[in-house]
């Protein structure tokens, strides 16, 4: 199994080549082997996974088979609903939580006869970018990425073939970037949030990660469903977005791209940039101009991380708050998560809803920018992934000092503002061997569209598709 695409072990699971029940204990046996050095997973559904993989197995004989995901394992991050399992959000103040039913996305994957395969880590209720005690399978002196990360890794490592993240300002395509694999985070409200622990409930986004755009087209489309107990789901168009995307697992149309306008944006909003990162993003634009993509550049606004901040953090004191948590466990809680908590609590009315109409403001400025376009395509991080030892410390990007968690925030958290449908994919790999992530971002509803753009992108080059321990 490793490295092999959710569409490749479909297409063996259809024809007989192997079975649920098979794929299931490669998996098993990925995780036997790499986690205890990697430790993406926090629980592994061994005895649940098996008996899932049995009745899938029973309906593959009699020849039922719910959709390209029946028999595939799946991991799930652990800010996310399983009925019967542990749900900790990565914290001691869930230690002992047993979920007591199933999130509406776990719902849509065993509907889809998906194998639910383990939880997996998160930054505690997926307040960093981080992830301990994750490892980025590349390099195990390296950030994963987060809040994600456990997701991340375990798809990059092969110990599943898709996972499910959320992403509050990048918690999905931070490790996506940082470890080589595709995430997408969808429209917000396009895939249901009930059953997943809240981080901020008008920033909160859930979707998939997997080895490429067609594979995350596979899953989001078996995700994305209106929910009416999620009072911020959308009702959308129907996610069809599998069958949209050019050429399939066998090649690709001429031209594929061939009308497509791509928004590049200015200095000023991704400045700075490590050299090797520009060089990778400018590389990748070449590769869809050159398969017909035409290049416009944007002059994009840009947001400031105290307008995120301010709406953000007393979103999260609210749920801690409502949930009975916080100030109640606070002794229970790492000591960066209950400061972010406090501190919460500290903003007053007026500046959060100040932050609002900044952000309206914000997001009406962007949508009319991208009126011009069908996408915007731009790094996904400013840099590859880094040492843990600097995590939320002050770094140097190409001459100029950031701090590292704002790095990893300030390219995606404007499209969670906005609320716009973005992927993360592989787009090449640092000197010492990181990979670079390329982010394109859609219209609303658009996730079709960036989708078909990414994956013309992995029908022209092999990024995605390299393996752990292999030379860039």
């Not at 259809?14 to 790499?34: H, N």
């Not at 997943?196 to 997997?210: C, E, N, Q, T």
């Not at 031209?255 to 791509?262: H, M, R």
Request: net charge negative; glycine share 8%; with cysteine.
């Amino acid at each position: 199994m490793p490295y092999l695409s959710i569409t490749e072990a479909a297409a063996d699971l259809r024809s007989g080549m192997t079975t649920p029940t098979e794929l299931l204990a490669e998996s098993f046996e990925r995780i036997d082997q790499l986690d205890s050095d990697i430790k993406a997973f926090v629980t592994v559904m061994r005895d649940e996974a098996q008996a899932d993989a049995g009745k899938a197995e029973q309906e593959q004989r009699t020849g039922l088979f719910r959709s390209p995901l029946h028999g595939i394992p799946i991991g799930v991050k652990d800010l996310v609903a399983v009925k019967g399992v542990r749900l900790t959000a990565g914290s001691q103040v869930l230690a002992g939580n047993i979920a007591t039913e199933d999130a509406t996305v776990v719902e849509q994957l065993r509907r889809a006869g998906a194998i639910i395969i383990g939880k997996t880590n998160t930054h505690e209720f997926a307040y960093g970018t981080y992830t301990p005690p994750t490892r980025n399978p590349w390099n195990l002196e390296r950030i994963p990425g987060g809040s994600s990360g456990g997701s991340g890794a375990a798809v990059a490592a092969s110990m599943c073939l898709g996972a499910i993240g959320s992403d509050t300002g990048g918690s999905i395509r931070i490790p996506s970037a940082c470890c080589g694999v595709t995430g997408l985070k969808p429209t917000y409200g396009r895939v249901s949030c009930y059953g997943v622990i809240p981080l901020s409930w008008s920033l909160d986004h859930v979707g998939p990660l997997a080895r490429s755009a067609e594979d995350c087209s596979i899953i989001f489309d078996a995700i994305a469903r209106y929910d009416p107990r999620d009072p911020n789901s959308i009702s959308g168009p129907p996610a069809q977005a599998s069958a949209s995307l050019i050429g399939g697992a066998e090649g690709r149309g001429l031209l594929s791209l061939q009308g497509i306008k791509l928004g590049i944006p200015t200095d000023s909003f991704v400045s700075p940039l490590d050299p090797e990162v520009r060089a990778a993003w400018k590389a990748a634009l070449r590769v869809l101009q050159e398969e017909g993509a035409e290049i416009i550049d944007v002059d994009l606004p840009r947001p400031t991380m105290l307008t995120y901040r301010t709406i953000q953090r007393p979103e999260a004191t609210l749920a801690h708050i409502q949930n009975g948590w916080f100030p109640a466990r606070s002794d229970d809680y790492t000591t960066a998560t209950r400061e972010n908590l406090l501190n919460g609590q500290q903003v007053p009315a007026v500046d959060y809803l100040q932050a609002q109409q900044e952000r309206r403001q914000f997001s009406s400025a962007l949508r009319a920018v991208m009126q011009r376009v069908n996408a915007l395509v731009l790094p996904t991080l400013p840099l590859p992934a880094f040492p843990i030892e600097l995590s939320n410390q002050d770094i140097l990007i190409d001459g100029i000092v950031d701090n590292s968690t704002v790095s990893l925030l300030r390219l995606n958290m404007p499209f969670n503002l906005a609320g716009l449908p973005s992927i993360s994919l592989p787009c090449g790999f640092s000197k010492d061997g990181m990979p670079i992530g390329l982010q394109i971002v859609g219209k609303p509803f658009e996730e079709a569209m960036i989708l078909r753009i990414a994956h013309a992108y992995q029908q022209l080059t092999d990024w995605h598709r390299r393996e752990i321990g292999t030379k860039a």
